[in-house]
């Protein structure tokens, strides 16, 4: 199964005939992911390796019927093509761009959830379920097709933990970047009910970091419906507070509110593994002995 | 650096540029420019340094004076003096308000709501996190649909529920308005006016100012990216930005600087090092795709602090390649750091090729196969464990 993305998932690349698009989604295409169309502003009409460009999301939307959306844009475009994306009725509205303005995204984020799309990142990888698609940037060769199902805030940590996992034969069934910004279009908590109803997925990774109160939210939620076992790592334990350590929101603030030590006791008491570092949390799943 | 924060005559400077009063005043640098500057304003004066600390009054730097003589006599006293760990270089001579209740009115975007968020208290002049402790039902906090913004009925419930005279209703309203209008338009992720002060007539002035600007926005804000060169940093780190590096300072009494290509794996390995009884003393985000003349900079910019003296650099190698970062340490290293002790982790894009660098360099340069390995090699290498 994995969750998201498949092979089946038809995907529009907005920005296609960019650098970064065009790079990428010859990637993406290498590695089996279904692209059907791309859209670039006033490049309507034309192909890139053989496939239409639109000049606008909806146009690409009603000839293809797309299931997801990437937008290969700068960061100060990307909450119009996210706008332009949802507006269109995409489901799943992927967005990487690091160094969106935070109020872009808050607005992002608020009208999703009156046009009921999913919008995943910015500052994010993207996602991957591996051995069927990806949608995003992401080094795929390390990925393998598997059993342990990730969300992750730093592309660092979860590219590391990834490697070590498929090193040690264990594979993955998706693979989200949740991205590293303040204030992310979704959040784990918009995963876990999805990685605990996936049958593919024995056990959830969830990668989190200081800053903000996703991880306590994903806690409470594991409490009351997570079966499958949670392994965590909560990165930036002896971050300085007040200083952002260079995600913008990886941050404590000066009253302590996002420590790793609040997150960490939350997720512990809801029954979660807590990982000392990405090794750690190969341990954690190797000892656990369901994948 | 996530946010920008703003002095507070900068702050006052927007406020009123949106229409919400501030006391007269100017901004001087040097006892000079007092007589000068000053002489329009009608004493007696406030004079307030202009630093990014908190806590200036109890540390001296808030003081009054009658006159224009006793301003500068104040100014020649703390001008340049370090103060919270900034130095002053600059003081707002304020006329002296006449003040009778202080109430506190801050915007903020709440990262749990993600959605502004007004914060109002009858309690001015103190944290509202102390508010919020001792006296929580002086607080009304609105959680602001961007979608619908802020409309008249956010006033009126402030007054409501803080049980205050209806007769404020008006200049509140247009006060929350004129603030939500420039919390938007500057991209702020704080806008907070404490003291907001009621005068005897009732009406309405912001005493002091807090503006924090998310720096993913500056480029809209030529205005504040002018600004953002004046303010106090450490050395390294405006040194690092030039090279679009982030470094930041940690403990000081740390003799490990960690550099990687990303925020996640700096702060996870900063977290191994320290538990194992080790000290960080700064980290380095290379950011993906740094060439080896990049790296080499980076290196040189961590050992210009005095008290490092090991370098864990770890890397996963997407975009960057592990050649050129070995390329990078060699080049830095053998262009005069060779007392200094390296200890390199390089998985991904190139690695082979990697290594054969790291073989050839002509100092103290460490391989290592994975986090734990570093960590171990730093703890066993040190000297002083």
């Known amino acids: 199964m994995s969750i998201l993305i498949d092979e089946k998932t038809k995907l529009i690349i907005q920005g296609i005939t960019g650098r970064e698009g065009t790079f990428h989604g010859q990637r993406m295409l290498e590695y089996g992911t279904k692209v059907v169309a791309g859209v670039t502003p006033g490049k309507g009409g034309s192909e890139v390796f053989g496939i239409p460009v639109y000049d606008t999301v909806r146009e690409a939307y009603l000839k293809t019927k797309a299931d997801a959306s990437i937008l290969f844009v700068p960061p100060k475009f990307t909450a119009i093509g996210a706008y332009e994306a949802m507006d269109a009725g995409i489901p799943l509205v992927i967005t990487i761009a690091e160094h969106v303005p935070v109020h872009d995204m808050m607005s992002v984020y608020n009208i999703s959830k009156s046009t009921g799309s999913r919008v995943i990142g910015p500052n994010s990888f993207g996602v991957i379920s591996p051995g069927k698609s990806k949608a995003g940037f992401m080094h795929d060769k390390i990925f393998t097709q598997g059993s342990v199902g990730i969300m992750s805030r730093s592309a660092t940590n979860c590219y590391e933990t990834v490697f070590l996992l498929t090193n040690n034969g264990i594979g993955q069934s998706t693979v989200i970047g949740i991205g590293g910004d303040m204030i992310p279009g979704s959040a784990f908590i918009d995963y876990l009910g999805m990685f605990e109803a996936d049958e593919q997925t024995k056990v959830i990774v969830l990668i989190g970091e200081i800053g903000g109160s996703d991880e306590e939210a994903a806690a409470a939620f594991i409490r009351e419906n997570v079966k499958k076992p949670v392994v965590a790592l909560i990165a930036g334990k002896n971050a300085p507070r007040g200083t952002s350590m260079g995600h913008a929101g990886a941050i404590v603030s000066a009253d302590g509110t996002g420590s790793a030590q609040n997150k960490e006791e939350k997720l512990l008491a809801a029954g979660v593994h807590i990982a000392e570092g990405t090794e750690h949390i190969v341990q954690i799943i190797k000892d656990l002995k369901c994948v | ?385």
Not at chain 2, 294 to 307: D, L, Q, S, Y
Not at chain 2, 309 to 332: H, N, P, Q, W
């Open chain 2, 1 to 385: 650096m996530c946010k920008m924060k703003l002095l507070e005559y900068m702050g006052k400077e927007l406020l009123s540029n949106f229409g919400i009063t501030v006391q007269k005043g100017v901004v001087i640098s040097s006892v000079e420019e007092v007589s000068q500057r000053a002489r329009d304003l009608k004493p007696p004066f406030v004079l307030k340094v202009q630093i990014l600390a908190g806590g200036r009054g109890k540390a001296g730097g808030i003081r009054f004076a009658d006159d224009i003589k006793g301003a500068e006599k104040i100014c020649s006293e703390l001008l340049g003096k370090e103060m919270r760990g900034c130095i002053v270089k600059k003081i707002l001579i304020a006329q002296k308000a006449e003040v009778k209740t202080e109430w506190y009115l801050s915007i903020i975007l709440d990262r749990q709501s993600k959605c502004p968020t007004v914060i109002f208290s009858s309690l001015g002049g103190i944290d509202i996190e102390q508010t919020a402790k001792t006296d929580p039902g002086r607080i009304a906090k609105i959680t602001i649909n961007p979608l619908i913004g802020i409309k008249d009925y956010v006033a009126r419930y402030i007054i409501e529920s803080c049980g205050l005279d209806r007769k404020h209703l008006d200049e509140l309203n247009q006060i929350v308005c004129n603030l939500y209008r420039l919390f938007n338009e500057y991209d702020c992720t704080l806008a907070e006016i404490n003291p907001l002060a009621v005068a005897g007539d009732g009406s309405l002035m912001a005493i002091d100012c807090k503006a924090d600007i998310d720096d993913s926005s500056l480029f809209k804000h030529p205005d504040i990216l002018e600004f953002r060169n004046t303010i106090d940093e450490n050395p390294l780190t405006i040194e690092a930005r030039k090279f679009n590096f982030l470094y930041i300072p940690l403990d000081t009494e740390g003799d490990i600087a960690v550099a990687s290509n990303g925020s996640g794996m700096l702060m996870s390995c900063i977290d191994l090092i320290t538990k194992n009884g080790m000290k960080a003393c700064a980290a380095l985000d290379l950011g993906g795709g740094a060439t080896s003349e990049r790296i080499a900079e980076a290196v040189k910019i961590i050992f210009k602090n005095k008290t490092t003296d090991y370098l864990f650099i770890s890397i996963f190698g997407g975009i960057t390649r592990c050649d050129e970062v070995a390329m990078g340490v060699k080049l830095a290293i053998e262009a005069g750091l060779n007392d200094k002790t390296v200890i390199l982790r390089l998985e991904g894009t190139n690695k082979a090729e990697a290594l054969k660098i790291t073989q050839s360099i002509n100092g103290n340069v460490i391989d290592v196969k994975s986090i734990s390995e570093g960590v171990k090699t730093l703890k066993s290498g040190r000297k002083n464990i």
